[in-house]
């Protein structure tokens, strides 16, 4: 079945340096892509996502690039700060209908002042 | 806008007993998920419904889940019997379902422990 990877599973930076974490996915159907963070306790929060069409795609500190070709996708934080700390998940989308997601295993990531 | 809400917060069962879980969706939305997030793990889809009707419920364990979503809006899911197995969150999330708005809005999850 569809599946997406996600790797590393844990990320340790300090404070100012980047963050990078790729996910590889199976599903040449998916054409949806985003990437959550989930703090402990909390629910997963989408903070940027990006489409099949779309190579790449910013927001402040945080960029989304998409290889289709090679069916991996990667989050970029720059910057880092204490409070990017939390797990992130990749997503793909997938399903009958094609607006499902199956999400990555998570990459807990700890920014260190 | 209101997020999405769900009920209870924390459920602590015993094997073998069943529960039930309630999702209230974003005013407006047409697509429902229920996700299954365990520890450690990412969420994994349950069941999807666009407005009152079944999309995807091929991951789901039919012989002891069951999910409605009786006039299109609030949501139920359901399990019985209990396993161990089934100790996790709950995610309800919901979307607009138009291909052009994809965002999915997570609810706060139920936590059910089995024991």
């Known amino acids: 079945g569809e599946n997406v990877e996600q790797h590393p599973s844990t990320l340790s930076v300090q404070e100012g340096d980047s963050a990078v974490i790729k996910c590889t996915y199976s599903?040449?159907?998916?054409?949806?892509f985003p990437w959550y963070k989930q703090e402990l306790g909390k629910r997963p929060q989408l903070i940027i996502d990006?489409?099949?069409?779309?190579g790449e795609k910013k927001d402040q500190r945080i960029a989304v690039t998409l290889n289709k070709t090679a069916k991996h996708f990667s989050l970029h934080i720059t910057e880092t700060q204490p409070e990017d700390s939390a797990v992130y998940f990749c997503?793909?989308?997938?399903?009958?209908?094609?607006?499902?997601?199956?999400f990555g295993k998570g990459t807990t990531l700890s920014v260190s002042s | 806008e209101a997020g999405v809400a769900q009920s209870p917060r924390y459920k602590i069962i015993e094997k073998r007993q069943s529960v039930a879980f309630w999702c209230n969706p974003i005013?407006?939305?047409?697509?429902l998920y229920w996700y299954q997030q365990i520890l450690g793990q990412g969420p994994k889809l349950l069941i999807q419904?666009?407005?009152?009707?079944?999309?995807?419920d091929s991951q789901l364990p039919k012989d002891r889940f069951s999910a409605e979503r009786l006039k299109g809006v609030d949501s139920t899911l359901k399990i019985q019997p209990a396993k161990l197995e089934d100790s996790a969150v709950y995610l309800c999330?919901?979307?607009?379902?138009?291909?052009?708005?994809?965002?999915?809005?997570f609810g706060p999850g139920t936590r059910l422990t089995v024991l």
């Open positions: 990006i489409r099949s069409n779309v």
């Open positions: 005013s407006g939305h047409a697509t």
């Open positions: 997503a793909a989308s997938m399903g009958q209908a094609g607006t499902a997601l199956i």
């Open positions: 999330a919901s979307s607009f379902g138009d291909r052009g708005e994809r965002e999915q809005f």
């Open positions: 419904f666009q407005n009152n009707g079944v999309v995807d």
């Open positions: 599903d040449s159907a998916s054409n949806y």
